[in-house]
């Protein structure tokens, strides 16, 4: 992640093996799997047991590791591996990961999902007492932090350094001869482990496991560390513990719906978004149709609970990447039309519900409307399969600032005159918290209601990243 003064814009996929002859093509395979978490940058790091490796670049997946050739490269029995979304600004290659280095006791690598609110406040810290960074990413800290540690062991000094950082992380570490995996105690972003005949596997999410056909173990516990090496895996629950509360958003949009993540099927829960959205807002119309793909499974959930006819509409171009990870609002603005296009005979003199997962700035849902009506359409509801987007997030969902945010300063009305339906509904906040089954557990829900679960200061109307003070 990248340390800048006003808001963290990351989204990353992480992957791991040890102990597999081809450990950086299945590392490859993984990364594909986890595409839709950073579409910017990837990278591999290899180990043979005796020296580390790495490759990386900017670029999609298939465009980095596309050419068998680079395998030869990252030799191996072990990789971790990186995909990467970032800010516009620092779109450069120094800032891809895995993060390598050698330090005095040997190399280590790092790859690491989600945000460090305090990261700003430990490099400061660092910097003085001579500290030298190469990144700008907060990444880096933590490898000056296991550097910095007296501590013996390896499982003490990511320890020591876990002890510091505040706010979201998936870490996946690989030494010489050891693979770790790291996620915080609030478990803010998913990480799953699996098997491969004699090889563990770990993975942010756990359609990268079905993808190399390794069994789903369990998913790394929120706080948990596990250490894997010759010998097999150990798992340790070093810091103190606090409750756990995993990102609903994974749920209502960025995780895979194939995806097995805290302890749900996210298909199933965005059915359940669908359901649920259609018992709170139900409207007189002719079809259904979801805004693919993020609408998708909710629109399905919607239709079925509602009996209105399931169509679809709008065509997504496979081709393009999320609208939203565009870097620069004119490119988003031009994005929507390349990305969608209208069936005509599908829309023509219909009632037409349109089902999307969030509004974010309103920019897509007015896009879309008018898209629709274009092509025929009598009357475009609008349903949402979340509450309104309101605060931006700290621990790693790339959402702009308040300022951006269409419902921080818009009523549901004036944004639903924005984006020009003839209806506007979103999901209750009760209504998302009863569909992904919170009595077991909570969720960070931030971006709905401001409730921040890892403390900063307030400096201004918003947090500023980069200026916190210690918890
Ligand atoms: P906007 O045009 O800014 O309102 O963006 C809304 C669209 O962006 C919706 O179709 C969402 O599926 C998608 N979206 C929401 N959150 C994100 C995110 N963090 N990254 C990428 N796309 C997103």
């Known amino acids: 992640m990248e340390i800048i003064t006003h808001r963290p814009e990351e989204e990353c996929g992480i992957f791991g093996i040890f102990n597999h002859p081809e450990a950086a093509n299945l590392t ?11 579409q910017e940058a990837c990278g591999i790091v290899s180990s043979d047991g005796t020296n580390l490796y790495s490759h990386k670049s900017m670029g999609l997946v298939a465009d980095v590791f596309g050419n068998q050739d680079v395998f030869k490269y990252i030799p191996g029995q072990a990789a971790i591996g990186h995909v990467r979304y970032s800010t516009a600004g620092e779109s450069v290659i120094k800032n891809v990961q895995p993060i390598m280095v050698n330090y005095s006791r040997g190399s280590i690598a790092v790859a690491h999902n989600g945000n460090i609110v305090n990261a700003q406040f430990i490099k400061d810290e660092l910097e003085a007492w001579g500290s030298i960074f ?6 880096e800290i933590i490898v000056h932090l296991l550097a910095a540690s007296k501590a013996s062991s390896l499982l003490e000094r990511i320890t020591d350094a876990m002890n510091r950082i505040k706010g979201a992380y998936c870490l996946l570490f690989l030494t010489e001869t050891r693979m770790v995996a790291a996620r915080d105690p609030h478990g803010f972003r998913p990480l799953c482990l699996g098997k491969l005949g004699g090889s563990y596997v770990v993975a942010s999410e756990s359609c990268a496991l079905d993808l190399i056909e390794a069994e789903f173990i369990r998913e790394i516990e929120p706080g948990e560390i596990i250490v ?8 340790y ?8 509360t995993p990102c609903i958003f994974e749920f209502v949009y960025f995780a895979r719906p194939d995806s097995f993540i805290f302890g749900k099927n996210v298909y199933q829960v965005r059915k359940e978004l669908g359901r649920q959205l259609a018992r709170e807002h139900r ?7 979801p805004v693919p793909d993020s609408g998708v499974p909710a629109a399905l959930g919607y239709a079925e609970e509602s009996g209105l006819r399931f169509e679809l ?9 999320r609208t939203f990870i ?4 004119s490119i988003r603005h031009f994005g929507v039309k390349i990305k969608l296009n209208p069936v005509h005979e599908t829309l023509k003199d219909k009632r037409v519900v349109i089902i999307d997962d969030s509004i974010v700035r309103g920019t897509t849902s007015r896009k879309i409307v008018k898209m ?8 475009v509801h609008v349903r949402i399969s979340s509450p309104p987007t309101s605060y931006p997030c700290y621990y790693g969902i790339d959402t702009p600032n308040r300022k951006e945010l269409i419902s921080s300063s818009h009523t549901i009305e004036e944004i639903r005159k924005y984006i020009t339906a003839d209806s506007l509904g979103y999901l209750s906040r009760e209504g998302l918290l009863n569909a992904v089954g919170s009595e077991n557990s909570s969720y960070c829900h931030a971006c709905f209601t401001g409730g921040y679960p890892v403390k900063f200061p307030m400096l201004g109307p918003e947090p500023q990243l980069g200026l916190f003070e210690k918890e």
């Open 228 to 235: 894997v090496d010759k010998n097999g895996i150990n798992s």
């Open 28 to 38: 490859y395979l993984g990364l594909y799997a986890l595409q839709h978490r950073g």
């Open 313 to 321: 509409g709008l065509i997504r171009n496979h081709y393009v990447g």
């Open 134 to 139: 190469q990144t700008t990413m907060d990444t």
């Open 283 to 289: 409207v007189e119309a002719d079809i259904v149709i």
């Open 372 to 379: 629709v009506r274009n092509a025929g359409a009598k009357e």
């Open 326 to 329: 565009e870097p620069q609002q």
């Open 237 to 244: 629950f070093p810091l103190r513990k606090v409750e756990p």
